[in-house]
């Protein structure tokens, strides 16, 4: 299939890719790297053989979008589109330690080097979801990147099928860690920390710490920040006439941003409630 070849990005003849793809990259950090591939349907035949050039997973959402398709470094696969109209995918690819610490053994073909044991496996409607929400928020520029980092991972653990490696419950550990995490997330609530930021600073990858803070905490590490800001735009609303400096000043990436969240986490806007509070100077 198209997609197929849209994965790997990495055709022998670069002309002919061009030609048939258009790539859109969405999201570039030392955890994720994903990409919006759309193909135009061209190729109705099957190609001469191709290589993948890295180990990676992708995300159809327009043609046969109820799977996930695995690409293994150095193998070899044919592209074909038999059928017309073209379609897209998501090209999501996160470092191959990670993806170890992710993947349940039966999904991992022994031997030295990490690959996939298939090509390809259904993924259930919330899969498909988690591709929407991170399509279309990297897209309009609206999730942050923390936020798809950790709907990524989701996504990969959730297609993979969830580990069991780590049991729930917040023993003394697991919640000195995710403590650590918060003190990072409040000492800037205005930065746009990346989750390979927020790991190095408590000391543990990437893949254990949203793990543990949604175990912990029962709630993904990006949505506990987002708390955080909103809870410090409540006390700040009296201070502020631009709301949209105070949404800037907050970390979000604009006033509708910012207005939305505040709307749905309180039930009105932040104008209703300044003006609700009598909070509105004059």
Not at 47 to 63: F, I
Not at 84 to 103: T, W, Y
Not at 136 to 146: D, I
Request: glycine share 6%.
């Amino acid at each position: 299939m198209c997609r197929q070849v849209a994965s790997s990005g990495d055709l022998s003849d670069p002309e002919h890719a061009m030609s048939q793809f258009s790539t859109a990259p969405l999201l570039k950090t030392k955890t994720v790297t994903i990409r919006d591939i759309v193909c135009n349907g061209e190729c109705r035949h099957k190609s001469d053989e191709e290589c993948a050039h890295r180990t990676g997973l992708v995300y159809p959402y327009r043609g046969e979008a109820n799977q996930v398709l695995f690409f293994n470094a150095g193998q070899g696969y044919r592209i074909s589109h038999p059928i017309e109209g073209g379609d897209a995918c998501i090209d999501l690819a996160i470092d191959e330690a990670m993806l170890e610490e992710l993947a349940p053994k039966d999904q991992v073909q022994p031997g030295p080097a990490f690959a996939f044991r298939r090509q390809r496996r259904r993924i259930d409607p919330r899969a498909q979801a988690l591709v929407a929400l991170l399509r279309h928020g990297l897209s309009r520029n609206v999730a942050e990147t923390l936020e798809a980092e950790i709907l990524a991972l989701t996504l990969v653990r959730r297609s993979l099928g969830e580990r069991t490696s780590h049991a729930a419950g917040a023993s003394a550990g697991r919640q000195k860690l995710v403590d650590r995490a918060k003190l990072v997330l409040s000492s800037d609530l205005a930065r746009r920390w990346t989750l390979a930021e927020i790991a190095s600073e408590v000391g543990v990858s990437p893949v254990y710490l949203t793990q543990v803070f949604q175990q912990v905490e029962a709630t993904p590490l990006y949505r506990y920040q987002l708390r955080l800001r909103l809870a410090r735009a409540l006390d700040l609303l009296g201070q502020y006439e631009d709301l949209t400096a105070l949404g800037l000043d907050l970390g979000f990436s604009s006033h509708s941003h910012f207005s939305a969240s505040f709307k749905q986490a309180f039930g009105q806007s932040p104008g209703e409630f300044q003006r609700a509070a009598q909070l509105r100077r004059r």
